[in-house]
């Protein structure tokens, strides 16, 4: 079994870096809290070159460094970057965890654990596959050193050595480091105790005794240093003869991705918020892409000033990754609702979905592209409402007002009558001399031919009855004597609620106009409305 580890040094730098992709270059410098007695926990190369230093105060480093610029860690930022790792570890492999946190000097790194057995399928070779794995990472604003060995441990001690040669490296360039199987051994003699995380109990212990490399724990006898060291160091000596056991990596199968930031001001307009908006969508389309999935329904949660959370949520009809569509959503989700007071974090969760393909028809003309018909169709509801878009269909109700809204979705290719279906109708269609002969089938097409269109709300009427039947009407649409009538058809339902019965008597009527409508006596109202129009 081969594994790899993708590690990121310095976390909290790599997270400031990627929500602010313009600090890059800069004297920059993480700090702990806000105000000038801050402790500094993270600082970039050039800020290091000046002097600049983890653990000085704010203050202290200004002194060293006037251009220091300088930001509050975030939480919610480091929690995204630590899934976008993950991230670029699933576009490489299917099976991907996160590793456990170190504590001391490395509890700023992060890294993610993958399987690489059979990777040379894909890669030319481990190298090439740490390769494109650096490359993906970097692509999500991670730059990171990667790490393949024979157990997860062994990879990312590898990972942190890696890790240390970064800056003599060009930045689009991986620090790699390779580990034979079976070369566990002379890998890890040579290494400083520091890279294995001791606890502080156990690495003091181990300087008393003068042990600063592996190879001085291997030289001695195991269940001496079991009774002076603890467990721990035959962990570690189990581990350089390639004898540890793990259990192997799970098959991630969340979707669910999340994209968080803590702002250092609280943003109380819209337009500032939609920038911070698009910045989280940019990251979060990145990740969906390495990925191979698009976004669907947007989760916006914002915590605001007062204590309060307020969440919007914004429907997508198609997964798409445009991210203008995306942010003009957000934009009639944010603008629908005041917000009760000025925004401190902003947190941004979707579920990837696969993305739409269009399989053309060679007998009908090509229509719109599911991510075009699914962006027009967002657009849409976000404008109208998610209720007012769709395609109508007929519920299983008896009353004539009954209507009901599903979503829309285009006609699959095999739907539409292939080449041979169009010419057995054709055979079958009667030829023009045929229909000539016979003038009654014609006129009952032409009958049928006719269309209803349904006024909604009814238009009111007014009518005079001669011997039971409406003889004469006025209305908006419709005006003039009864010249021909047909009906009435009775239509009821809903006799046990007092709120949903309804009873009509629907009437065919053409009017002295010209006019051919539908006319119906609510009984349960006591008036009369014309239902619908014959066109």
Same mark, same amino acid.
């Given at each position: 079994m081969r594994t790899a580890c993708l590690l990121v040094a310095d976390l909290p730098l790599v997270a400031a870096l990627r929500a602010e992709p313009d600090l890059a270059g800069c004297a920059l410098g993480v700090t702990s809290a806000a105000g000038a007695h801050a402790t500094l926990i993270s600082v970039s190369p050039r800020a290091a070159r000046r002097g600049v230093w983890p653990g000085?105060?704010?203050?202290?480093?200004?002194?060293?460094?006037?251009?220091?610029? @300088?930001?509050?860690?975030?939480?919610?930022?480091?929690?995204?970057?630590?899934?976008?790792?993950?991230?670029?570890?699933?576009?490489?492999?299917?099976?991907?965890?996160?590793? @456990?946190?170190?504590?001391?000097?490395?509890? #700023?790194?992060?890294?993610?654990?993958?399987?690489?057995?059979?990777?040379?399928?894909?890669?030319?070779?481990?190298?090439?596959?740490?390769a494109a794995l650096g490359a993906?990472?970097?692509?999500?604003?991670? *730059?990171?050193?990667?790490?393949?060995?024979?157990?997860?441990?062994?990879?990312?001690?590898?990972?942190?050595?890696?890790?240390?040669?970064?800056?003599?490296?060009?930045?689009?360039?991986?620090?790699?480091?390779?580990?034979?199987?079976?070369?566990?051994?002379?890998?890890?003699?040579?290494? *400083?105790?520091?890279?294995?995380?001791?606890?502080?109990?156990?690495?003091?212990?181990?300087?008393?005794?003068?042990?600063?490399?592996?190879?001085?724990?291997?030289?001695?006898?195991?269940?001496?240093?079991?009774?002076?060291?603890?467990?721990?160091?035959?962990?570690?000596?189990?581990?350089?003869?390639?004898?540890?056991?793990?259990?192997?990596?799970? #098959?991630?199968?969340?979707?669910?991705?999340?994209?968080?930031?803590?702002?250092?001001?609280?943003?109380?307009?819209?337009?500032?918020?939609?920038?911070?908006?698009?910045?989280?969508?940019?990251?979060?389309?990145?990740?969906?892409? @390495?990925?191979?999935?698009?976004?669907? *329904?947007?989760?916006?949660?914002?915590?605001?000033?007062?204590?309060?959370?307020?969440?919007?949520?914004?429907?997508?009809?198609?997964?798409?990754?445009?991210?203008?569509?995306?942010?003009?959503? @957000?934009?009639?989700?944010?603008?629908?609702?005041?917000?009760?007071?000025?925004?401190?974090?902003?947190?941004?969760?979707?579920?990837?979905?696969?993305?739409?393909?269009?399989?053309?028809?060679?007998?009908r003309p090509a229509g719109p592209s599911p991510a075009a018909l699914g962006q027009t169709l967002a657009a849409l509801a976000s404008l109208c409402g998610a209720e007012r878009v769709g395609a109508p269909a007929v519920p299983d109700a008896l009353h004539p007002d009954a209507l009901a809204m599903t979503p829309f979705a285009p006609p699959a290719a095999d739907a539409a009558p292939n080449a041979s279906q169009r010419m057995r109708a054709a055979s079958a269609a009667p030829s023009r001399d045929a229909a000539a002969t016979r003038p009654s089938e014609t006129r009952s097409d032409f009958t049928a031919a006719l269309a209803l269109r349904a006024l909604r709300p009814p238009v009111s009427a007014q009518v005079r009855i001669q011997q039971q039947r409406p003889a004469w009407l006025r209305s908006a649409v419709a005006n003039g004597r009864v010249v021909r009538l047909a009906g009435p058809w009775r239509t009821t339902g809903g006799w046990w609620s007092h709120d949903a019965r309804f009873a009509f008597d629907s009437f065919d009527v053409q009017t002295s106009d010209g006019s051919v409508v539908r006319l119906r006596l609510d009984h349960v109202q006591r008036v009369w409305q014309i239902d619908a129009i014959y066109d």
């Open positions: 000085h105060t704010l203050a202290h480093a200004r002194t060293l460094c006037a251009a220091l610029v @300088a930001r509050v860690a975030s939480p919610a930022a480091q929690s995204a970057a630590r899934q976008a790792l993950v991230d670029a570890a699933l576009s490489c492999s299917p099976r991907a965890a996160l590793a @456990a946190p170190a504590s001391g000097a490395l509890a #700023r790194e992060a890294a993610v654990d993958l399987d690489a057995s059979g990777i040379t399928a894909r890669f030319s070779s481990e190298a090439g596959f740490a993906r990472a970097r692509r999500l604003g991670l *730059p990171a050193a990667v790490a393949i060995a024979s157990s997860r441990r062994v990879a990312r001690i590898a990972a942190r050595l890696a890790a240390t040669a970064r800056a003599a490296q060009p930045a689009d360039e991986t620090p790699t480091q390779l580990v034979p199987p079976g070369a566990e051994r002379a890998f890890l003699a040579p290494l *400083p105790l520091d890279l294995f995380d001791p606890e502080d109990p156990l690495s003091e212990a181990c300087t008393r005794f003068g042990l600063h490399t592996l190879g001085d724990l291997l030289a001695l006898p195991p269940r001496a240093l079991a009774t002076r060291l603890g467990p721990r160091a035959l962990e570690w000596i189990a581990l350089a003869r390639g004898e540890a056991s793990e259990p192997p990596l799970p #098959r991630l199968r969340e979707r669910r991705l999340v994209e968080a930031i803590d702002l250092d001001h609280p943003i109380e307009r819209l337009q500032p918020l939609l920038f911070v908006l698009q910045g989280l969508l940019t990251r979060l389309l990145a990740r969906l892409e @390495a990925r191979h999935l698009g976004c669907g *329904p947007l989760d916006i949660t914002l915590d605001l000033a007062s204590g309060a959370r307020e969440v919007r949520r914004c429907g997508v009809a198609a997964p798409t990754r445009d991210v203008r569509v995306l942010v003009r959503l @957000a934009h009639h989700a944010l603008e629908a609702r005041r917000l009760a007071a000025p925004v401190q974090a902003v947190h941004l969760a979707s579920e990837g979905h696969p993305l739409r393909r269009d399989q053309l028809d060679l007998f």
